[in-house]
């Protein structure tokens, strides 16, 4: 037993360290000396604005945005403001840290980032740039806005909530849109060629007078009692552009370079002498489709006479006269030759009645080339006769009969006749009477082969509409 106590003894000195017994105690020792204080917590306990979802709105719409807080105690008296032209329509306290507001922002309000304030009693708390106001609108443009031009616009709807209205009216060939509608400045107008979910086509007419400056283009969607605005402030700039002059008898090149692009010309007739005028143009890219549109002294679209590659029309005006060439399918790459050609024609005027060959006969046989300015159509019986004379030295040449004038809308139908056995016998076996394709026409007839009287008659397409009823006759050979 002794044994086993001296071993515990010694591994127990071996442990801790010692060969001896263990000493007495000492002493406590002193104190330490105190440590610094520690660094003091970084929060303030000041009252913060601190988010606002959704963070960004569109023009013209109304919804709901969250603001939190931090260290708040919102209560019933608490404002919200998210600066001019967007109105609180009501705000609601969801907690000591929370609102509700419902706001509608207006269709002309500044678009960019903006602060929100919150003022509750004298206290305001402010988050700079918290809140964005973008367009629910993205253009894509073809072509140059400019004075006298005409280019194309692709839109793009970025308001995925809200679709386009798709309803079309009209036929499969040529559909409407008729609850799409285009609204823009003045002296600018818009027709829509295409309309899907969240992208409307259209193309632009800008009048040769009209402001150069900025352009507001806003599409209107929906049926009247439900519309839907997606605005679009300062959309594109219209740029200061002079027309080209065109002078008779010289062909003018121009170049279409881009799609989408276009041209302006004017063109002063010599003097205010009667004046047939024909306006030409011609390129060698069988692929292009180019698009004169006609325009009288007013430089607007709206008061356009012709659209087509070339035409004729009477001038006893020293007025000016333009045409904004484009091609038709936007194609671009290519050069065309545009020329003004003026010829002197006697001036006459339509007597009624002349509704058959003997009254046309009675009211004066005339000779070629021949105008009669501002006759009239009365309703869709109507029929207008016209006597031309065909000398000796004029038999083999084809009588050239067009319709004309500043009203492009009138429909006509135009028949050509010589006197054979007090027979009207028609002159054309194919293009008689003019094919109507449009509204005005012009027909050739084959060579003549007789010397004197011929008729010409002027009647209403069976699409006449009693809104458009005044034309211009020319009578030529050719």
């Not at 253009?139 to 140059?144: E, P, R, T, V, W």
């Not at 002197?344 to 046309?360: F, K």
Request: aromatic residues 8%; proline residues 7%; charged residues 15%.
């Amino acid at each position: 037993m002794a044994r086993r106590l001296e071993l515990c003894w010694v591994l127990a000195a071996t442990l801790l360290g010692c060969s001896g017994d263990p000493g007495t105690p000492g002493p406590k020792g002193d104190a330490g000396e105190k440590g610094d204080n520690g660094d003091s917590g970084g929060g303030t306990g000041k009252p913060s604005l601190s988010a606002a979802v959704p963070e960004s709105a569109f023009l013209a719409r109304t919804f709901d945005v969250t603001l939190s807080g931090s260290g708040t105690a919102w209560a019933d008296n608490v404002k919200a403001d998210f600066g001019e032209k967007i109105l609180v329509n009501k705000l609601t306290v969801a907690s000591p840290t929370a609102l509700v507001a419902s706001i509608t922002v207006s269709p002309d309000a500044a678009t960019g980032p903006r602060d929100v304030k919150v003022t509750d009693g004298a206290t305001a708390l402010v988050y700079k740039g918290a809140f964005t106001v973008t367009s629910p609108l993205k253009l894509a443009i073809s072509g140059a806005p400019a004075q006298g031009s005409i280019f194309l616009v692709h839109a793009r709807g970025l308001d995925f909530q809200t679709p386009f209205d798709l309803t079309q009216g009209g036929s499969v060939f040529a559909p409407t849109y008729p609850n799409i509608t285009l609204v823009t400045s003045p002296g600018i107008t818009t027709a829509v060629s295409n309309v899907a979910e969240y992208s409307v086509d259209y193309q632009v007419f800008v009048d040769v007078n009209a402001a150069a400056s900025d352009v507001k283009a806003s599409i209107l969607s929906g049926p009247k009692e439900s519309l839907v605005e997606f605005p679009l402030p300062a959309a594109y700039a219209i740029a200061p552009r002079p027309a080209k002059p065109l002078a008779a008898g010289t062909t003018t090149k121009i170049s279409l370079e881009h799609p989408g692009d276009s041209v302006l010309f004017s063109f002063v007739p010599s003097d205010s002498k009667l004046r047939i005028l024909d306006v030409a143009s011609n390129t060698s890219d069988v692929n292009a489709t180019p698009a004169g549109h006609f325009l009288p002294s007013s430089g607007k679209f709206a008061d356009q006479f012709a659209v087509a590659s070339g035409t004729t029309f009477v001038s006893s005006a020293a007025a000016t006269y333009y045409v904004v060439y484009a091609d038709y399918y936007a194609y671009g790459g290519y050069d065309l030759d545009v020329k003004v050609t003026e010829t002197i024609a006697q001036s006459g005027v339509e007597h009624e009645p002349n509704d058959s060959t003997s009254l046309a006969t009675t009211n004066g046989v005339v000779a070629a080339p021949w105008v009669a300015q501002s006759a009239k159509l009365k309703d869709a019986s109507d029929e207008d006769w016209y006597a031309v004379t065909i000398p000796a030295a004029d038999v083999g040449k084809s009588i050239q009969v067009q319709t004309s004038g500043l009203d492009g809308f009138t429909d006509t139908v135009v028949d050509i006749y010589e006197v054979q056995s007090n027979t009207l016998t028609p002159l054309g076996p194919k293009k008689l009477p003019s094919e109507d394709n449009g509204f005005l026409d012009e027909l050739t007839s084959t060579p003549t082969t007789v010397v004197g009287t011929h008729f010409v008659k002027v009647y209403a397409s069976p699409y006449f509409v009693p809104e458009h009823t005044a034309y211009d006759v020319i009578i030529r050979l050719k």
